[in-house]
């Protein structure tokens, strides 16, 4: 599948890949490490047209499927959440926008059939499919999109607004993947490589792919489906019960909420970066030792890559909650046992705006 | 200068037969961010891994195109792997002092690039 900005890439000579069943760019002519490092010293732009957006509006039976307390989520206001399982493991992030009349939920391109699925099991959902998905990510990003849309100066993080744009009906959250300041705009695709390239003849902004994407979020600690997290993962093991909001912990009533609630209570296992020592990427599946030699490993990376910004390695994984920062543990490379220095999340310094 | 269909160059210098990646591989790779060479010493059969190249988002082995000896590698890439991507063409690996010197299976220059078209 392609998504409204199909040609665009191409034209702007992007490399495409094959992701969740779309042809996307992976990267431009600029190449993943100058993308990354334009979006955190500028503005970059992603096309994510491939997430699924979806409407609904009965709010108690969304809550059977999310431990979010969407009583307490103003009209106008996003909250990021989960969809969680009978054993209490995830079955999709995403993030849900109080919009009044329903609520939008955006969640990724790769569950989203599944997602959709869920929901009508549940609810009345209506996937919706004439709208792109963009997003507009870094320091200048504000300066950018104010100039096109006055208003987005008044958004702070998690707003949502609706907006016009030479006619087009958009819809803009600030929020991102990216740790950076940032819109994501939705808005219907007939428009979508017009208001692209308007965007793209502003001198801060260049197009970004999903590999800079990728490198991004993982220097900004966010999880990704998939990877970091996925039915098996314990939503408190990976860092995510700050989205359970406490009316819910105490009153529960979501799948999985008594194994959720349990890990709550008493947490074996979080989410931690991880520091290879030395130059030599350690990535996804890498398996980790608390011992140079011997012993049954701890857990495995579930992300890690090389980190533009920081000029080195990075990884993720959910580990012994015992382990403190500073611990060095050894992961295997090819092999050999190479050491890691457990660190806090995020990686960088995140500049949301509150 | 000979090429392999994995896009290594090789050339001579006096008895030993030099080895990089082509402008080709360094583009399809991307930035560079990683570089491993092969310990100085080792002896190698045509077709094991000796390297490995890391990219952003992916790791890509070096094959040994001959059987040999690695008798010098390239510290400056290690310590720098954009030089990989600055030119390819000098960003040499390692060198391999070769027992049995057959270039017949690799390619020259015109076949070289009517290969990646």
Known sequence: MRTALYDLHVALGARMVEFAGYEMPVSYPLGILAEHLHVRAQAGLFDVSHMGQILVRDAAALEALVPVDLRALPVGRQRYGFFTNAAGGILDDLMIVN??????????????AADLAHLRAHLAADLIEDRALLALQGPAAEAVLARLVPQVSALKFMDYCEADWQGVGLWITRSGYTGEDGFEISLPEAHARGFAQAL????????????????????????????DIDAQTSPVAAGLGFAISP???????????????????????????????????????????????????????????????????????????????????????????????????????????? | MHYTVDHEWLRLEGDLVVVGITEHASEQLGDVVFVELPEVGRVVAAGDEVSVIESVKAASDILSPLAGEVVEVNERIAADPSLINADPMSAWFFKLKVAELD????MDETAYKALIG
């Open chain 1, 99 to 112: 919009r009044g009349s329903d609520y939008l939920l955006v969640v990724n391109a790769g569950c989203k």
């Open chain 2, 103 to 106: 270039l017949s299976g690799f």
């Open chain 1, 200 to 227: 793209l003849a502003e001198p801060e902004v260049a197009m970004i792919g999903l590999g800079a994407r990728d490198s991004l979020r993982l220097e900004a600690g966010m999880p990704l489906y998939g990877h």
């Open chain 1, 247 to 354: 009316r819910r912990r105490a009153e529960g009533g979501f799948w999985g909420a008594e194994p959720i609630l349990r890990d709550l209570a008493d947490p074996a296992r979080r989410r931690v970066g991880l520091l290879p020592e030395g130059r030599a990427p350690m990535r996804e599946g890498v398996e980790l030792y608390s011992e140079i030699s011997g012993g049954a490993p701890i857990g495995a990376i579930s992300s890690g890559g090389f980190s533009p910004s920081l000029g080195r390695p990075i990884a993720m994984a959910i580990l012994p909650a015992s382990l403190p920062f500073g611990a060095v543990i050894y992961g295997e490379l090819r092999g050999k046992r190479l050491p890691l220095t457990l660190a806090p999340l995020p990686f960088i310094q995140t500049n949301y705006k509150r």
